[in-house]
């Protein structure tokens, strides 16, 4: 089908303008979610979660190039993602400063001692 019947599709509110973006854009997305996120898994997430939000987007302003358009959710998604990825990554480093604050006493004292 061509983009600018899909678009006539989420502009009418049809749930087959999901399925026919589907058909001609799934391989795209997941090739651009892929090379942001490395999982196949999680760009899988991210290229569904792209198609509502273009469905969610599409209808404030006309797209000239859907492709385009659903490209660059796909990639804002899949970059989202990753933020999200990464904090969780980083959180799970972090020292309580009472725990940080007895290492620091600690070898403050021996270095007193010692000096």
């Not at 797209?63 to 933020?83: E, W």
Request: aromatic share 14%; with cysteine.
């Amino acid at each position: 089908m061509e983009d600018e019947k899909i678009i006539d599709l989420y502009w009418d509110r049809s749930e087959q303008a999901i399925e026919e973006s589907q058909k001609k854009y799934d391989q795209y997305c997941l090739y651009i979610a892929n090379q942001v996120l490395h999982s196949p898994e999680d760009a899988e997430e991210c290229v569904n979660d792209a198609y509502l939000g273009a469905w969610n987007a599409i209808f404030p302003e006309r797209p000239s190039n859907l492709r385009h358009f659903i490209g660059c959710i796909t990639r804002r998604m899949a970059l989202n993602k990753l933020d999200y990825l990464n904090a969780k990554k980083l959180s799970a480093d972090i020292v309580s400063i009472d725990e940080f604050y007895g290492c620091v006493t600690c070898n403050f004292r021996f270095l007193l001692a010692y000096a």
